[in-house]
């Protein structure tokens, strides 16, 4: 599944979408390089899920939990260096059946994720605001969603107007 975005608004509107298909204890993780829209992806998933705070990039803090419904965890791991400082945040922890963890850059830590997760990417395109956003299942957790995950995301595959 894969659709292109041409402005930030148009990337959060897709993910607040796709938030309509997650579910509590799924597992999220971010890839694309920096600037390529990861935390603006995240912003658009806590909007679906009812979030008010704002939403900043963690790249200090690593972890930010957000009150919604469900929850949303929000980490990023660019600034890890070792597996340990994740373990010692109380990471896997965090990876319960009542919320949403999203983390940003992800693949790097993928031993320490659980085999079960949706893995979005997030890649710049030719035009400044151009995004391509594709998503990915992995493990049978995800395995009957796919068309639940494809009719959230039908709306922009003929890409946004934006
Ligand atoms: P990352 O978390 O991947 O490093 P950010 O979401 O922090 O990226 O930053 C993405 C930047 O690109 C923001 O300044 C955002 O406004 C800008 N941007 C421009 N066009 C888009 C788009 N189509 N989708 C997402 N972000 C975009
Ligand atoms: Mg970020």
């Known amino acids: 599944m894969k659709v ?3 402005s930030a ?7 607040r979408s796709l938030a309509g298909a997650l579910r509590p204890g799924d597992v999220v993780v971010l890839s694309g390089e920096l600037g390529a829209g990861k935390t603006t992806f995240t912003q658009g998933l806590a909007a679906g899920f009812g979030v008010t705070a704002p939403v900043l990039s963690p790249t200090f803090a690593l972890v930010h939990e957000y009150d919604g419904h469900p929850p949303l965890v929000h980490v990023d791991v660019y600034r890890l260096d070792h597996l340990q400082e994740l373990h010692d945040l109380g990471f896997e922890e965090l990876l319960d ?3 949403v963890v999203v983390i940003e850059w992800g693949e790097n830590v993928a031993r320490a994720l659980p085999p079960d997760r949706l893995v979005v990417r997030l890649e710049l395109g030719v035009e400044p605001d151009e995004r391509w956003i594709s998503v990915a299942v992995h493990g049978a957790r995800w395995r009957t969603r796919t068309a639940q995950l494809e009719s959230a995301l039908a709306a922009f595959t003929g890409g946004d107007s934006a």
């Open 97 to 99: 059946s009542e919320r």
């Open 4 to 6: 292109r975005t041409s």
């Open 9 to 15: 608004v148009s990337t959060r509107d897709v993910a």
